[in-house]
Structures are given as structure tokens and as C-alpha cells.
């Protein structure tokens, strides 16, 4: 799951190499906070966070596939 944020998150963004992703799990939810440069966060967030509420539907619809609850953090 990590590295399918990190993967949609560097193709979005100007500085690849600042993109951090970090999991935390509590049993069937997980926690993923995706940090960016401070220049790239409109790029990740979007118009009316359009953007992020399409990767959270990618990451959410991944997690059924592994019965998990999914929480993306952006950061």
C-alpha cells in the first residue's frame, strides 16, 4: 500500500524525493501519512481536494481487497 501512494504521489508532484511515506497499523485499520515539499502540497491536495479524495479512493478501494480499513494523512 506504501508504495502505491508513493507512486501516485511522485508523478504528481515537482520534487520526488521529498515524497515520505510512513505506515502505522492498529489491527484492521492503517494509517498511511504522506508528507511532501511544502511547494508540491497544492499539487497533491488540489482544487477543492479533488486530487486527494481520489487517492484516497484508489488507496480505499486497494485496502478491500486486503479486508483493511485505509486512512490517508496528507501532510
Known sequence: MKEL???IAK???????DVRV???????SLTLKL???ADDMGKVIGKQ??????IRSVVN???????KRINLEIG
Open 5 to 7: 501512494v508513493e507512486s
Open 11 to 17: 508523478a504528481l508532484v515537482d520534487h520526488p524525493d
Open 22 to 28: 510512513t505506515e502505522v497499523e492498529n489491527g484492521r
Open 35 to 37: 508528507e511532501v515539499h
Open 49 to 54: 481536494g479533488r486530487i486527494a479524495k481520489a
Open 61 to 67: 478501494a486497494a485496502g478491500t481487497n486486503q479486508n
